[in-house]
C-alpha cells in the first residue's frame, strides 16, 4: 500500500454522507507495527515531509495549516512530537488555543486564530482551534453566553452561521496561499478509558490527568454528534477533514504523514532556480573564493 491511497482512505472527500460510526478507531488498514512495511512506510513518509518542508521555507510561497481535533488523550501531542521529528524546528509552530481569555472574549471567535496563522513558507499547527467554538460550545451552550454576543445574534441559528463562516475563513485563506489539512483523531470510548487509566498510575504521566477530562467523558455522545455536524458542514476540497483511526498511535501518525506528505507534493513545490544575472554573480562568487591564498580546497 502507498502512502497516497492512505491518505485518500482517511479523507473525507463526500461530507454530505460523512457518518462517524463508518470510521473505526482501531483501523490499521492490514498493517501491523511489528512488520517491515508499516515501518518503512512511516520513516518514508518523516524523510519525504523533511524534503518537502525544505522547498516550503525555501519558495516561501504556500503556507500549511494543520489543524487538530480530538478528545482528551486522543493523542494530539504525541502526534505532533512524532509527525514533526524530521522537520527543521525553524519551519514551524505550533499553538494550543486553551479556554479563551478574557482579551479573547472581547472579539469575535475568529480573532484569536488569525493572529496565529503561518507566514508563508512555514507550517502552523493548531493544537485545538476554531473549532472549539462549534463543538466544546456546542456541548455546553452555556458557554455562548462568556462569549457576549449581542441580543439577536446568540440564537439558534448560530450554529449554521458558524459553520458558514468556517468555511468562508478557510476558504479565503486557501485562495491566499495556505494548504490546510485537519485531522480528527478519532479515539474510541474504550481506549480513552485505558489512557486515562494509565495516566492515573503512571507517575510520569499524571501531570496530564485532569477531573475536567472525565467530566467531558460523560458527555461523549454529544462530542461525537458535534464532531460529525462539523465535519460534514466544513470539509471541502480546499480545507478537507482527515479522520485519523486514533487507538494505535503508530497508525494515526503513518495517516497524518501520508496525508501531509501527498497534499505537499500536491504544490509541486521547488527550490528557487537562481538564473540570468544572479546566476552570474554566484558564479563569481565562486570563482573569487577559488582563488583565495590556499587555492581549491
Ligand atoms: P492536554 O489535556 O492534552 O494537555 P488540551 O488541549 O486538552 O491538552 P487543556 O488545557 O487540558 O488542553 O484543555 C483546554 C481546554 O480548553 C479544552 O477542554 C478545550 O475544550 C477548551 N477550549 C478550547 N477552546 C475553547 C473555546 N473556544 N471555548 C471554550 N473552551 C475552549
Ligand atoms: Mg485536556
Known amino acids: ?15 454530505n454522507r460523512f457518518c462517524l460510526a463508518d470510521h473505526k478507531p482501531g483501523e490499521c488498514c492490514g498493517l501491523s507495527v511489528e512488520k517491515a512495511e508499516a515501518k518503512s512506510m512511516l520513516q518514508d513518509g518523516i524523510t519525504r515531509l523533511e524534503e518537502l518542508q525544505e522547498k516550503l521555507y525555501a519558495s516561501d510561497r504556500w503556507s500549511v495549516l494543520i489543524v487538530l481535533q480530538g478528545m482528551d488523550a486522543a493523542g494530539k501531542d504525541s502526534l505532533i512530537k512524532h509527525v514533526m521529528s524530521g522537520v527543521n524546528p525553524q519551519g514551524v509552530e505550533v499553538h494550543s488555543f486553551k479556554q479563551p481569555s478574557a482579551e479573547e472574549l472581547q472579539h469575535d471567535f475568529l480573532w484569536r486564530v488569525g493572529k496565529r496563522l503561518p507566514a508563508r513558507g512555514r507550517i502552523g499547527i493548531f493544537n485545538r482551534s476554531h473549532y ?9 451552550p452555556e458557554l455562548l453566553s462568556g462569549a457576549k454576543l449581542p441580543a439577536g445574534l446568540d440564537g439558534r441559528h448560530i450554529w449554521r452561521h458558524r459553520y458558514d463562516d468556517i468555511r468562508s475563513f478557510e476558504r479565503h485563506l486557501a485562495r ?20 486515562f487509566l494509565d495516566r ?27 464532531y460529525e455536524d462539523a465535519i460534514r458542514e466544513t470539509s471541502r ?33 521547488e527550490y528557487p532556480r537562481v538564473q540570468g544575472r544572479a546566476l552570474a554573480e554566484l558564479k563569481k562568487a565562486g570563482k573569487a573564493l577559488q582563488a583565495e591564498r590556499g587555492g581549491r580546497r
Do not use: C
Not at 491566499?176 to 489512557?195: C, D, M, P, Y
Open 132 to 140: 472549539e467554538d462549534v463543538l466544546v460550545v456546542r456541548v455546553h
Open 1 to 15: 500500500m502507498k502512502l497516497e491511497q492512505i491518505a485518500k482512505r482517511f479523507r473525507i472527500d463526500n461530507p
Open 176 to 195: 491566499s496561499g495556505t494548504l490546510i489539512l485537519k485531522f480528527f483523531l478519532n479515539v474510541s470510548h474504550a481506549e480513552q478509558r485505558k489512557r
Open 200 to 226: 492515573i498510575e503512571l507517575p510520569a504521566k499524571r501531570w496530564k490527568f485532569s477531573m475536567n477530562d472525565v467530566t467531558e467523558r460523560k458527555l461523549w455522545r454529544k462530542y461525537m454528534r458535534a
Open 237 to 269: 476540497p480546499e480545507a478537507p477533514w482527515y479522520v485519523l483511526p486514533a487507538d494505535n498511535k503508530w497508525f494515526t501518525r503513518l495517516v497524518a504523514a501520508a496525508a501531509l506528505v501527498e497534499a505537499l507534493d500536491r504544490l509541486k513545490l
